[in-house]
T-cell receptor, first 116, second 111 residues
Framework: NAGVTQTPKFRVLKTGQSMTLLCAQD?????MYWYRQDPGMGLRLIHY???????AKGEVPDGYNVSRLKKQNFLLGLESAAPSQTSVYFC???????????????FGAGSRLTVL | LAKTTQPISMDSYEGQEVNITCSHN???????ITWYQQFPSQGPRFIIQ???TKVTNEVASLFIPADRKSSTLSLPRVSLSDTAVYYC????????????FGKGTTLSVSS
């Protein structure tokens, strides 16, 4: 079992470029989340999804878009990257089923993005 | 807005018991309390989860008083490898909701 896989692991962008981060999970989890982590700021929720075809805004959604076209994938897009979006991005997923450990998050290894 | 408040940092020595307290005054009836551990350059990983009273597993104990407005993660006999950031998270276990982390507690263990 791979768990939660994030691609790419590292990326350098120029201001104004666009890119997509892919999160894939093989645990049949209903819920998926995108967080960003900056020094001294902890984890901040960008967007999340409670099921295929649904997305919702988190704490810091501006400048990002997401899509959940398939249950196992959650994409995070930056349409026009800015230096303020330099960060480490973590994807997480969890089950909706109480007995399966609902809301116990499994995290990916992270994607380090630098915007110049 | 994070539902939790934790100390920013704590220091300990190898072999000591460490207790990290998390305050969650506005916890809802359906909320569970979950603790995560994060090492540098890694994603957080699950440590323990509970609803009330005491929960124990092979790595930690979680103490939750009757009013559930706080919880305490207890790490017995810490080692250098327990140096990490610890996050307390409060969230509904019965519905998908935004899971908002606080800033966490940086635990430093020295020899």
């Amino acid at each position: 079992n791979a768990g939660v896989t994030q691609t790419p692991k590292f990326r350098v962008l120029k201001t104004g470029q666009s890119m997509t981060l892919l999160c894939a999970q093989d645990m049949n989890h209903e819920y998926m989340y995108w967080y960003r982590q900056d020094p001294g700021m902890g984890l901040r929720l960008i967007h999340y999804s409670v099921g295929e075809g649904t997305t919702a805004k988190g704490e810091v959604p501006d400048g990002y878009n997401v899509s959940r076209l398939k249950k196992q994938n959650f994409l995070l897009g930056l349409e026009s990257a800015a230096p303020s979006q330099t960060s480490v991005y973590f994807c997480a997923s969890s089950s909706a089923h109480r007995l399966a450990g609902a809301n116990v998050l499994t995290f990916g290894a992270g994607s380090r993005l630098t915007v110049l | 807005l994070a539902k939790t408040t934790q100390p920013i940092s704590m220091d300990s020595y190898e072999g000591q018991e460490v207790n990290i307290t998390c305050s969650h005054n506005n916890i809802a009836t359906n909320d569970y309390i979950t603790w995560y551990q994060q090492f540098p350059s890694q994603g957080p990983r699950f440590i323990i989860q509970g609803y009330k009273t005491k929960v124990t597993n092979e790595v930690a104990s979680l103490f939750i008083p009757a009013d559930r407005k706080s919880s305490t993660l207890s790490l017995p006999r810490v080692s250098l490898s327990d140096t990490a950031v610890y996050y307390c998270l409060v969230g509904d276990k019965q519905a998908g909701t935004a899971l908002i982390f606080g800033k966490g507690t940086t635990l430093s263990v020295s020899s």
